[in-house]
């Protein structure tokens, strides 16, 4: 049966730095949740957390509304799925989906029904008597995911599980992993530094930084609502621009209604428009993208980037003056988080 999963105020301390600081978050059954942030922010030490593989210093783990923080990883009614796939290579395909299963002493018609099912859903069947050395990296990722699914846990847990494929198969990947997590109705959490998995995944994400958590929100939230300069510098290719309030004396108009003299401002690339009047910014360099281009643009010392649709003809010095809606910039204040 499909549960939810709590973190209440969990911190954990390698000596007296805190790798996780007072974490706290959600996750409600049947839900995908995205733990995502840059190296050395946390995520996979929540997710260790979260799996039993290490201990909280303070703060309780939940699952289904049962503390699980003591309990072995075994007890706590999880599956996971790691980056390295951590496949068994003298076993088979199907030796590797039903291991734990063999080990738990499942009896063998329920192994042999649980392994059918998961060779089916993720068209693993023809694969069944090979060995990983004889599969894809997708092909043994295929083979990850169904030994997490046979296991029929409350939660998956899956940690940056498509870092080792190529872009066209974790473009796959995202896709029938997000599909298969909708299908079975699972709970899942899912760490990635990588913002396009997260985003195109998840149902809700959990933003990291320096063991903090610094937003949670849907996907469409963090983007257009970011609530510190960081999360609008992460979220986003290319990010969110951010300038002083300074730098717009000059287009006071620019202005999103509220902003203190010492605020910073932030605006999408593709918000910003490109005419007549408006700031001025000396072009760096221009990028066709087919679809739309690419202007990297200098206000003083400070990068500023324009995407505009189509193929824009501007060339590398010229002055351009950039103009956008006040509705569209975010106000971040300055005061330390």
Not at 162 to 191: C, H, K, P
Request: neutral net charge; proline residues 6%.
């Amino acid at each position: 049966m499909t549960q939810g999963l709590l973190i209440d105020h969990v911190t954990k301390l390698w000596g007296q730095t805190p790798a996780v600081a007072d974490a706290c978050f959600e996750v409600p059954a049947g839900q995908f949740v995205a733990l995502l942030g840059p190296s050395g922010c946390g995520k996979s030490t929540t997710l260790r957390l979260i799996a039993g593989l290490d201990t909280p210093s303070s703060g309780r783990i939940l699952i289904g509304g049962r503390d699980v923080t003591a309990l072995a990883p075994a007890q706590r009614g999880i599956s996971m799925v790691f980056q390295s796939y951590a496949l068994f290579p003298h076993l088979n395909v199907a030796e590797n989906i039903i291991f734990g299963l063999k080990v738990r002493k499942l009896p063998r018609a329920e192994r042999d029904e649980r392994l059918a099912r998961a060779a089916s859903l993720l068209g693993l069947k023809a694969l069944l008597d090979r060995k990983p050395s004889q599969l894809s990296g997708g092909q043994q990722q295929r083979v990850a995911l169904a030994r997490a699914i046979v296991a029929e846990a409350a939660v998956c847990l899956m940690d940056e599980p498509l870092s080792n494929l190529d872009a066209q198969l974790r473009l796959e990947m995202r896709r029938e992993i997000r599909a298969l997590q909708q299908r079975l109705g699972m709970t899942m959490v899912y760490v990635t530094h990588d913002q396009v998995e997260a985003m195109t995944m998840a149902d809700q994400i959990i933003l990291m930084n320096g063991g903090h958590i610094e937003q949670i929100g849907t996907p469409e939230e963090l983007y257009a609502s970011p609530r510190t300069p960081f999360a609008a510098g992460f979220i986003g290719t290319p990010p969110m621009n951010i300038v002083h309030a300074s730098f717009l004396t000059g287009a006071p108009h620019l202005l999103p209604v509220g902003a203190a003299a010492d605020a910073l401002i932030g605006v999408r690339p593709e918000s910003v428009r490109i005419g007549p009047a408006g700031l001025a910014a000396q072009v760096v360099a221009v990028e066709f993208l087919g679809s739309d281009t690419l202007i990297e643009t200098r206000l003083g010392a400070i990068s500023f980037v324009v995407r505009a649709p189509g193929k824009i003809s501007v060339a590398r010095d010229e002055t351009i003056h950039l103009d956008w809606r006040p509705t569209d910039a975010c106000i971040f204040d300055t005061k330390p988080h």
